[in-house]
């Protein structure tokens, strides 16, 4: 079975840019996670969405990220406009669950963004 | 709101060595979960703890969860190359929403 799936794998942007970050979760997972990752602040929780619906965004940063889940299938996360600081590896993960109790999370191998 | 704090933060050891890192609750745990991560890829489960007390063993590493939930340890055994990467805890946060979060990470490096 194809795990969960994150593109582009690298990406190289300047300032000011719009960035898309793109994941499939695995089929008939009904939880979806986008995290963060970065040296100085580990790894950090931006959004989760139960059923494609978002329940806890808390963790965004700032008004120029925003996420949207379309359908089961699909979750965008998108950085408008970029800044240098928003370089990090992004990871999206997801679990059958839909409950609260979530267990294991299948992470996808995540995306790279280096803003220069 | 919940934080979880790794022990230590890096960790070098030379290959066939024991070693133990451990992970410790701001507030009491429901779940506490233990993940590896290879540099440069995604993170890999290992194991679930829920019950005070509780201990899980998958080859050379064993995980426990104190009795009051609030501090957990995973340890390896006769260390190898293959266990270094990054060992993360994660854990439930909040009521009402749960946000799944994760402690600040140990780095281990195995020498052979």
């Known amino acids: 079975d194809a795990g969960v799936i994150q593109s582009p794998r690298h990406e190289v942007t300047e300032m000011g840019q719009e960035v898309t970050l793109r994941c499939k979760p695995i089929s008939g997972h009904n939880s979806l996670f986008w995290y963060r990752q970065t040296m100085m602040r580990g790894l950090e929780l931006l959004i989760y969405?139960?059923?494609?619906?978002?329940?806890?965004d808390s963790g965004m940063p700032e008004d120029r990220f925003s996420a949207k889940m379309p359908n089961a299938s699909f979750s965008t996360l998108k950085i408008q406009p970029s800044e240098p600081r928003d370089s990090a590896v992004y990871f999206c993960a997801s679990n059958p669950s839909d409950r609260g109790f979530y267990g294991e999370l299948f992470f996808g191998e995540g995306s790279r963004l280096t803003v220069l | 709101s919940q934080e979880l704090e790794q022990s230590p933060q890096s960790l070098i050891v030379q290959e066939g060595k024991n070693l133990t890192i451990n992970c410790t609750s701001s507030k009491t745990l429901y779940g506490l979960y233990w993940y590896k991560q290879k540099y440069g890829e995604g993170l890999i489960f290992l194991m679930m703890l829920q019950k005070g007390g509780e201990e899980k063993s998958h080859e050379k590493i064993t995980a426990k969860l104190d009795e009051k939930k609030q501090q957990s340890s995973l340890h390896i055994t006769a260390s190898q190359p293959s266990h270094a990467g990054i060992y993360l805890c994660?854990?439930?946060?909040?009521?009402?929403?749960?946000?799944?979060?994760f402690g600040t990470g140990t780095r281990l490096k195995v020498l052979a």
């Open positions: 994660g854990a439930l946060s909040g009521s009402g929403t749960y946000k799944y979060i």
């Open positions: 969405f139960n059923n494609n619906v978002p329940i806890d």
